[in-house]
């Protein structure tokens, strides 16, 4: 299957393809030509996939040189990408080389960023491995490191010139790795997609919707290029692919990166605050009790972790939709859509429940 993500001035397209990884080599070379080419990756993913990429790539005359860090969302950090900086300089990478991004929504973001930036920026591919990035984080061109003031702080806005999905890739995932790519999924449904949601309905667990993943991989990566090619730089519309995100990403800083996943904090973050908007009636009576039932079926968290409510609210006033004082808040008020909720940023502490 093939999606076309049509952008103002860089077009490229997904391919979502079944044991496709070993073919990357003939895939790139229908892409770009005479590159020298890295690998950005992870342990991980390097011991269980790096060498059939690299000799794939190397096969169709690429001279190629593969970079791995720790795996983990520490490793979106600013110290990261200057280490990857000088491995690239020391491997001689030129602008007319390119970067192949292999690996989770941690190389997607951190490998994309240094690859954006390096030079002023290289050309890259993202091919990722894990369900959350196929769904997710490989689409749509948003890079970025976190700092300790708060995720993804520091970024650019750089597309891809292809993405490579091999669905096979997450067979090697464990179940939590799994459930983490759902809450995206989850996401992009309730903001976007009623017969997603229906078909998730329809899944009695994640095994199912593994089993079924190239078909849902390819439904979520239409909603994100539709959303995308409509608002790509983030001032409208595609703010809605924030939804959960406010609450979500100030968790992942309070509580250490990496101890609670983005997904596990993203699935909070829709409930709690979708729970709050409920009460104040800004959205339809049901739906938090709706995403409560979806995301637990797929072992999601839901529940307020142990964490200080003010240092949370310190934590998301760092949140790229506020504009000066005002916020603008992602609210599902029916499943299947998502509005635009514009507030003072204090208010914020009415959907965290701080007491006053
Ligand atoms: N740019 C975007 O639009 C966007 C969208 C959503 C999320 N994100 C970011 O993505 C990150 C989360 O991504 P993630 O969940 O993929 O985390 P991740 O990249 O840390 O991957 C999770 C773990 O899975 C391992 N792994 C990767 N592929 C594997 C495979 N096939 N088999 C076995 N293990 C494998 C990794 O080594 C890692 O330990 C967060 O930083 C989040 O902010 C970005
Ligand atoms: O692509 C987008 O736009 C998204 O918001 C997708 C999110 O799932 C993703 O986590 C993104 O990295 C969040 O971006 P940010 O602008 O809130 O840092
Ligand atoms: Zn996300």
């Known amino acids: 299957m093939e999606l076309p993500v049509n952008l103002e001035h860089h077009s490229y397209k997904i391919s979502i393809k079944t044991n496709s990884l ?7 070379a229908n892409l770009w030509h005479k590159r020298k080419l890295a690998i950005i990756t992870d342990d991980t993913v390097n011991a269980l996939y790096g060498s059939i990429v690299k000799t794939s790539l190397i096969e169709a005359g690429f001279e190629t040189e593969l970079f ?4 983990g969302e520490a490793s ?3 110290t990261t990408a200057s280490l990857l900086y000088e491995q690239l300089a020391e491997f ?14 941690v190389v997607g ?3 994309g960023f240094v ?7 290289l050309s890259f591919v993202q091919v990722p491995t894990t369900l959350l990035a196929q769904v997710d984080s490989s689409v749509g061109g948003k890079t970025a490191v976190n700092t300790e003031v708060a995720k993804n702080l520091v970024g650019t806005f750089a597309q891809p010139d292809g993405v490579l999905i091999d669905p096979q890739t997450l067979q090697t995932l464990n179940s939590r790795q799994i459930s983490e790519g759902i809450a995206e999924i989850v996401k992009s449904a309730a903001i976007a997609d009623m017969s997603l949601w229906s078909k998730l309905e329809q899944l009695d667990n994640k095994e199912a919707l593994v089993s079924e993943a190239e078909v849902i991989v390819h439904a979520c990566c239409q909603i994100k290029a539709r959303v995308v090619e409509e608002d790509e730089f983030d001032n409208g519309n595609r703010l809605i692919l924030n939804f959960g995100h406010t609450i979500g990403h100030a ?3 309070q509580a250490g990166y990496g101890e609670i996943t983005h997904g596990e904090a993203v699935s909070i973050g829709m409930v709690q605050l979708s729970k709050v908007a409920e009460k104040k009636g800004l959205i339809a009576s049901g739906v938090t009790a709706s995403l409560r039932e979806m995301l637990t079926k797929f072992d999601l968290p839901i529940e307020w972790p142990d964490l200080n409510r003010e240092q949370l609210y310190g934590a998301l006033t760092h949140d790229k939709k506020t504009r000066g004082s005002q916020l603008k808040l992602i609210l599902v008020p029916t499943i299947g859509q998502a509005v635009i909720h514009q507030l003072p940023i204090t208010e914020m502490k009415e959907f965290l429940e701080i007491t006053k």
Do not use: C, F, H
């Open 76 to 78: 979106k950090s600013l």
């Open 22 to 28: 070993s073919q990357i080599g003939n895939w790139l």
């Open 68 to 71: 791995s860090v720790t795996p």
């Open 251 to 253: 968790i992942e800083n």
């Open 109 to 111: 973001d951190l490998g």
């Open 115 to 121: 690859a954006s930036t390096y030079m002023r920026g």
């Open 92 to 105: 001689g990478m030129t602008r007319s080389d390119g970067v192949v991004i292999l690996g989770g929504g």
